[in-house]
């Protein structure tokens, strides 16, 4: 008599009413506790369980609940469901559609934020004014359109912060395709880490990380939005997929354009008009932008095969974009530009492979190699002086406003990313993150002579970085841990030239560093409705290849440079209350701490003459939290709040003198911040199958300094508080072809700076329409 | 619901109240500039100036203390009467201070100064004391038919303001032109590239040079090399601003113009002394000689019947170097020193002080803690005592009285403490 089989199996996938697989929904058997989340693609397994009866419970927000039971016996070992949820019509489908995200991650014990972009889709709004929104993370502009900006995430800001689009590096797909210029209904959610990363985002992201995530199903589908308003803004958008059900061949397209002049009005005290007969200057004009025009394009295009059994996913694919950028102004608006502009673009063919059980059952391999050829120039010649009504004051000043230059930077990058991951056994799973990116690129510029410097030929940067992850879960997977180890290594070739007796000898130097960064991330259900959630990580930033190579003019090249290094903690709390009460609050808190030393800026070490080195030290502590609340299915509020107290902890400055400033404020660094906004729904309002949406959004941000704000009394440099009102009202017709929607921002026409003597648009409106073609 | 309403509204109106409520407590009790002493205090990139009635007592802070003053990349002081006028190098915008009995300084006019020469980046400098004097030096590439540079163009721009009334007087341009002896050496020549320092005798107006090799393809433009030989000074008829020509010298050799501290006074009698700039650290080849020298300049013209030797008189082990000095009177002058042996000029605590006598030529280094001179920018005479702060890298920072009437290396008197640590006092103004 043969052994008889006593264990079977369920597998499966999860995919909405419309088609769509639907990743990352938990799906748990009653009767064990034993859980399980689905995968990217909407597929789940249990093995190994004993024959008799499963109920099998599907909750995922947004959709109606579902229960399932299944038997298991020996004429049905293994069974195959097809799990189908239907949108929860009783629910905000807006409001829930970042909640699924978040939650997952958050049970990882990451500090995250999922922002859903779903709500946001008709509106005519930017991902920077999104996730300006969210708590912790503050997006500095430094103009209208386009214009630069810093993001910054408990504290840490600039190359702390490092952008992702599914999961690859964006550093290199170049200025003209990054998270300025993406519209946002290219972008399904962005999810949005604080301090500690994790390892499938393969990089030496020092203070936090942002994923912009793009739609993943393949159905056919194309879509159009189209936005015009003030300051001759125009912002366009296409995107469409179409797959052969039979060959399973694949295409993706999507585009953009977005143009506006931000000719918007400037006024007040940072804004010198001077009188060309006199030289007198006055201040409190109120004077238009005059030279601040933006233009972006892009087209990303992929093509292969999805859903065949030798790859999930093979994708080849091609992005292009490219961007002009009037500069109207230096480091402030005093002083105005008339002329000067910069231009980018970049081609980029990139290939994607995904496959599901490759070579073995439970290794999902995901391979992204890409080719990225990026052109920069640099446009400053004139002679001419430029006052802010317009006109030229001077038309032989010193050539170039800024600096003069004609400069092209040619910057040629591989990228490869690497991601494995192994499921151990049903409670723990192994993962591979590994990146590699390798640099080289020329400079060039015919107005400066010294181009035999060793710095105008080729140079190159490599970077590595590695992460192993040991993702685990305990009692009945209400605790999960995640373990990961990181290794961040680069290397450059730095050419350089030295004259003696009038004879040049060019030498290549050798640079690099490596560092091994670790850290947990745990979370424990500790009711159903409460979760709490630890992270702590030694994070490092590897230097920038301009920190290391330097601009061949004012700075110089080093080969000193190490990583900047910052420990990092965060202590979180989600409660959330029962799905089906009329009145339903979610609250999060976060207290984070972060301690950064090493911190790269550039020294002078000789009047007009600049190296990076590794510096100073800051230690940031705060808080930030969120409240959400959902009355009924129509009306949401969210309430954000961040504060941050960053401290200097330089003992002395460069030079060895002791610093002042020590355990003092650092300076330039919001702290304070809130958002709240209101939003309501309404449904068949005019038309049966129609929605009707209204939104109010106030953010504040208070007072902080340019300046150490412990020196000096009088006339310090200061970022005023500000509180800014936005609003708008959209309507979607029946069968959510077509929606239409007007949006206001700064309402009340304030003047409000991000930076010091930068003043942004003030108000605007603008209207957009967006139809769904297929 | 109501609730979460009534707190959210009551929650916005406090920060209402909070943005609002910034109180403002300055006094309008104006005080004149020269009756009180007015330090230029910078600390990471931004610059202040504070108030002290004494130069001998107590101390100075400039923590939650002094007016933060314009500098987009520095601020440049001057002291003239009742006012201080302040030139933020960056944005070329000159800006009339007022110092008033709270220690505020209150912004009276503001002119665009570089606007006058077509600079954002101008020098500027007190000639009397009603005429502030605005430059630049503009260099245009000369190429050829291929579109290699043959020669640069290098054009003074330079205007007048008059003060206090702060009104803008006619551009003068001027083409500065190379020497025999800039043209020889170099890739192409050393080019006059800045004309800084200027001082009025009589009917003639002399500005200071800066040659270097601009065209220089190996080194970034801060490391360029200067002229290796002879001294030059450009001279005008003032004020007509005609008649411009170039005076040289043999003597000894170096930039004319000074750094942020003047190279050029005149005497009582009207004659000018000016100094030299010859440093190894910034490019000159010591090779064939060091000399730190004070030159005479009368009647538009090196005077070749005087040569002070200020390395010779110190007679010390260490290779000296000079940027500037300040002139009391009767002769006698305080130049800071660079000591080469004791490091890097720009990052090291290297330069000490020397007494100079310019009519006897004796020099004697004084007893001060040795610190950072090179980016000093004032120091000023009181009763025949000449103050200056000095602020060592790692040491105490203090106003140092100098008694001009001894000749003694200890004359010496620490005086009115100053916050040291990385606030770095670069001038006193009175």
């Known amino acids: 008599m043969s052994q008889r089989q006593e264990t079977g199996g369920i597998s499966g996938a999860v995919s909405s009413s419309d088609g769509e697989a639907l990743p990352m929904v938990p799906i748990r058997i009653l009767e064990t506790g034993v859980g399980v989340v689905a995968d990217d693609q909407g597929h789940f397994v249990f093995s190994d369980l004993p024959f008799g009866e499963y109920r099998l419970s599907v909750t995922f927000l947004g959709f109606e609940d579902r229960q399932i039971t299944v038997t298991l016996d020996d004429q049905h070992p293994h069974v195959s469901l097809n799990l189908t949820l239907t949108h929860d019509s009783e629910m905000l489908e807006e409001v829930t559609i970042s909640h699924d995200a978040e939650k997952e991650q958050q049970t990882q014990g990451f500090a995250v934020e999922a922002v859903g972009t779903k709500q946001f889709q008709a509106q005519s709004i930017e991902i920077n004014q999104v996730l300006d929104q969210t708590a912790g993370v503050k997006v500095r502009q430094s103009g209208g359109l386009g214009s630069r900006v810093n993001y910054s995430m408990n504290g840490l800001s600039g190359q702390s912060i490092r952008f992702f689009m599914d999961g690859v590096p964006m550093d290199y797909f170049g200025s003209s395709y990054s998270i300025n210029t993406i519209p946002i209904s290219l972008v399904d959610r962005v999810e949005v880490y604080k301090g500690v990363v994790p390892v499938e985002l393969g990089n030496d992201a020092l203070g936090g990380a942002i994923n912009l995530v793009t739609k993943s199903s393949f159905n056919e589908f194309v879509e159009a939005s189209y936005s015009y308003g003030s300051f001759n803004t125009h912002r366009a958008a296409i995107q469409g997929s179409w797959r052969a059900k039979q060959s399973g061949l694949t295409m993706k397209l999507s585009a953009f354009y977005n143009y506006s002049d931000n000719n918007y009005y400037v006024w007040g005290e940072d804004v010198p008009v001077t009188d060309v007969n006199t030289a007198n200057v006055t201040r409190g004009e109120k004077v238009r932008r005059f030279h601040d025009g933006y233009e972006s394009k892009s087209v990303k295009a992929d093509f292969g095969f999805t859903q065949k059994k030798w790859a999930d996913k093979l994708l080849l694919g091609v992005l292009y974009s490219e961007m002009d950028k009037d500069i109207q102004h230096g480091p402030t608006m005093e002083v105005v530009f008339g002329e000067a502009r910069y231009h980018q673009r970049v081609v980029m063919p990139n290939m994607t492979y995904q496959k599901f059980d490759f070579l073995a059952k439970g290794l999902d391999v995901n391979w992204f190699a890409s080719y990225s050829y990026l052109v920069r120039d640099r446009i400053d010649t004139t002679t001419n002086m430029y006052n802010w009504d317009g006109s030229i004051l001077d038309a032989n000043s010193d050539r170039g406003e800024q600096l003069w230059t004609l400069n092209t930077l040619d910057q040629k990058v591989w990228l490869n990313r690497l991601n494995l991951v192994y499921q151990l056994n049903p409670h723990h799973k192994l993962g591979y993150n590994y990146v590699f990116s390798d640099l080289t690129r020329t400079d060039s510029d015919p107005v400066v002579t010294q181009k035999t410097d060793g710095y105008w030929a080729p140079q190159t940067f490599r970077r590595h970085s590695m992460g192993w992850v040991l993702q685990s879960q305990f009692l009945e997977q209400r605790l999960h841990t995640s373990l990961f180890v990181k290794w961040f290594g680069y290397h450059a070739a730095i050419k350089t030239a030295t004259t003696e007796n009038s004879i040049t000898s060019y030498q290549t130097e050798q640079a690099s560093a490596s560092d091994w960064g670790y850290g947990v991330a745990g979370s424990y259900q500790l009711r159903p409705s409460v979760m709490l959630s630890l992270s702590v990580e030694q994070a490092y930033r590897l230097p920038a290849a301009n920190e290391v190579l330097g601009d061949g003019l004012n700075v110089v090249s080093t080969t000193a440079l190490r990583s900047e290094s910052s420990l990092n903690a965060n202590l979180g709390f989600r409660v959330t209350t029962a799905t089906e009460r009329k009145n339903r609050f979610t609250f999060s808190g976060n207290v984070f701490y972060r301690d950064v030393t090493n911190l790269i800026q550039q020294y002078s070490y000789d009047p007009g003459a600049f190296v990076n080195i590794n510096f100073d030290q800051v230690r940031m502590q705060g808080v930030d939290g969120k409240i959400k609340f959902a009355h009924s299915h129509w009306l949401t509020v969210n309430q954000t709040v961040s504060y941050l107290s960053p401290i200097v902890k330089s003992d002395t400055d460069e030079l060895g003198n002791n610093n002042v400033t020590k355990n003092s404020r650092l300076a330039n660094t919001p702290f304070f911040q809130t958002n709240t906004e209101l939003r309501t729904q309404f449904k068949n309002l005019i038309q049966e199958g129609a929605a009707t949406f209204f939104y109010w959004s106030v953010s504040y941000v208070g007072e902080f300094h340019r300046h150490s704000e412990i020196i000096g009394r009088y006339n310090k440099d200061v970022i005023p508080a500000q509180l800014v009102n936005s609003c708008g009202i959209g309507y979607t017709f029946p069968k959510e072809k077509l929606s239409l929607s007007v949006d206001v921002s700064n309402l009340f026409d304030e003047q409000v700076f991000d930076n010091y003597a930068i003043q942004k648009p003030g108000r605007a409106a603008y209207i957009k329409a967006t139809y769904r073609l297929l | ?430």
């Open chain 2, 1 to 430: 619901m109501k609730q979460i309403f009534k707190i959210a509204m009551a929650m916005y109106m406090a920060m209402f109240l909070i943005a609002c409520s910034e109180d403002d407590d300055s006094n309008e009790d104006v005080i004149a500039a020269d009756g009180i002493y007015n330090f230029l205090g910078t600390i990471d990139g931004a610059y202040y100036l504070a108030a002290s009635e004494t130069l001998t007592e107590g101390s100075l802070t400039f923590v939650n203390n002094g007016t933060q003053i314009d500098a987009d990349q520095a601020a440049r002081i001057i002291a003239s009467g009742d006012y201080l006028y302040s030139l933020d190098y960056g944005t070329g915008l000159l800006s009339q201070l007022q110092p008033t009995a709270t220690g505020e300084y209150v912004k009276i006019k503001e002119i665009n100064a570089g606007l006058s020469v077509g600079t954002n980046t101008p020098r500027y400098a007190l000639a009397d004391e009603s005429t502030i004097i605005v430059m630049n030096v503009e260099t245009t590439p000369v190429t050829d038919d291929a579109g290699d540079v043959t020669d640069y163009i290098c054009t003074l721009r330079l205007s007048s303001v008059a003060i206090p009334e702060m009104t803008i007087g006619n551009l003068t341009e001027f083409v500065i032109p190379q020497t025999e002896n800039a043209k020889k050496g170099a890739t192409i020549g050393y080019h006059p590239m800045r004309a800084s320092s200027p001082v009025i005798s009589g009917d003639k107006i002399y500005f200071g040079l800066m040659h270097t090799d601009i065209f220089d393809p190996t080194v970034p433009p801060p490391f360029r090399a200067p002229k290796q030989s002879g001294l030059e000074t450009l001279v005008f008829d003032y004020p007509s601003m005609t008649n411009g020509t170039i005076t040289e010298s043999s003597a000894a050799t170096g930039h004319t113009g000074g750094y942020r501290a003047p190279a050029m006074h005149v005497d009582e009698n009207g004659d000018v002394y000016q100094n030299n700039w010859f440093m190894s650290a910034t490019g000159f080849d010591l090779s064939n000689g060091d000399k730190t020298v004070i030159m005479r300049l009368r009647d538009g013209a090196y005077d070749s019947s005087y040569e002070f030797d200020v390395s010779a008189a110190l007679g010390l082990e260490s290779n000296v170097a000079a940027v500037g000095w300040f002139y009391v009177g009767n002769g006698i002058g305080y130049m800071p020193i660079q000591l080469e042996d004791e490091g890097n000029y720009y990052t090291d605590n290297s330069w000490s002080v020397a007494r100079i006598d310019i009519y006897n030529q004796t020099a004697v280094k004084l007893d001060v803690p040795l610190s950072q001179l090179f980016t000093y920018e004032n120091g000023i005479t009181v009763d025949d005592n000449f103050y200056m702060a000095i602020s060592p890298t790692g040491g105490d920072a203090a106003v140092y009285e100098f008694d001009a009437s001894s000749a003694a290396a200890d004359a010496v008197t620490e005086g009115l403490g100053l916050d040291g640590n990385n606030i770095h006092v670069e001038g006193i103004y009175h």
